[in-house]
């Protein structure tokens, strides 16, 4: 286990809770350890295990071990070769949203990311003082993740093995909580946000990217053609052609895109409901949920924006036809969790 991840758990044990019982946890030289039930929680390469299965009935479907079994063998997304922080953060900072994030959200702020995948964002927050924690199924990603925290000496990046589901962090513990293009692979996007959304503080904030209905159409559109043609017309999509890409990260984006075991679309106005169910109140969507409106460079997106009325969600949706294919039909919502009256 890393010295930085060390101290974050000695220092704030009392944020941790057992995965599989709710239980305390105590931190000791062998790891972590349940006092109620004694699950043992050992680390493996510095990433310490606390994956717990779900316990659902049979009838439900659990896709977590297909989607486990996909990403151990195809991290997403990959590190190029020369990535160091100061790479890590120019290509951040070209992307207007991440450059906004990292612009507005403040020094100390205490995040967590459920499912980070290799951590690259999880990293580049955690770069500008702010507390980082990055959870994720996938031991594979995860010490990827760890080694670019280590090689570039990011102590304040934490990365441990977490079934979103099943958290083992106690209700109210984070400032904000970020799961960026995980819940559309899960089982239950609905049940995941939920479990989530009980790590954000009172006042705190959540933010979640979804792929959206209609934003995949020309992804579902090339799929098609590429399973068809066996990838020959694979200048469709500018990621994996473009020649600043090393063959390891178009294959980690053509395989995350395009042969992806599951996925669900969805829409802003399908979220609006999971909201209002765990006490959120709406604040900002990228794209934005009024037609013709544009995030700007002098955005706020902690500022609460207008909700679009039904009419203008559709119109805007609609738009999201052309603009999807830029960042694979992605979109974003932020919400602020409302305080105790």
Known sequence: MTYGTTTFIENHIDLFCCPYCNGD??????GLN?????????????????????????AKEDITDTMQSFYEETPFP???????TGSLIEKARKSLFAKLLDDQIPTGTRILECGCGTGQLTNYLSIAYRTVVGTDMCLNSLKLANDFKQKNKLDRAHFFQMNLFRPFFKPESFDLVISNGVLHHTSDPRLAFQSISRLVKPGGYIMIGLYHKYGRLFTDLRRIIFNVTRKRYHFLDARIKNSR???AKSLSWFMDQYKNPHESKHTAGEVLPWLDDNN???????????PFSRISNSEKLFMKDRIGNRFERFISDIGCILDGHNEGGFFTVIARKNKAS
């Open 25 to 30: 946890l105590v931190f000791s030289n062998e």
């Open 34 to 58: 349940c006092r109620e039930c004694q699950k043992a929680f050992p680390d493996n390469q510095g990433i310490p295990c606390l994956f717990c299965p779900n316990e659902w009935e049979a």
């Open 78 to 84: 990959d590190y190029d070769d020369f990535d160091n």
């Open 245 to 247: 890409n090393g063959n």
């Open 280 to 290: 959120f109140t709406f604040i900002h969507s990228v794209p934005k949920t009024t």
